[in-house]
Nanobody, 118 residues
């Protein structure tokens, strides 16, 4: 079992920056990969950024060059630094952890709302 708690979501103006954090607890040593997903109103949840235990990262095309994902193994946190925010980045952002071998099992946080005003 892994518990994930996101924080950092708020209202920000377009062009601004924001940093999201996700605190992980429980069976953290079983985590294979972690990521951030988002879901805008009326849309499906989509991958924003992902990082593996080897440090390999991948990003959605829409956030490349603006967002940076990182993981702190000492503090057991996952972060998402978001720069040059756009109104279309408005969404609930969810922290995800994949636990176990193979495709693993997905764990999710409750989400944190990011609103970018024009």
């Amino acid at each position: 079992q892994v518990q994930l708690v996101e924080s950092g979501g708020t209202l920000v103006q377009a062009g601004g920056s924001l940093r999201l954090s996700c605190a992980a607890s429980g069976s953290i040593y079983s985590i294979n990969a972690m990521g951030w997903y988002r879901q805008a109103p009326g849309k499906q949840r989509e991958l924003v950024a992902r990082i593996t235990t080897f440090g390999t990262t991948n990003y959605a095309d829409s956030v490349k060059g603006r967002f940076t994902i990182s993981r702190d193994y000492v503090k057991n946190t996952l972060s998402l630094q978001m720069n040059s925010l756009k109104p279309e980045d408005t969404a609930v952002y969810y922290c995800n952890a994949v636990v176990g071998p193979g495709n693993g099992m997905d764990y999710w946080g409750e989400g944190t709302l990011v609103t970018v005003s024009a």
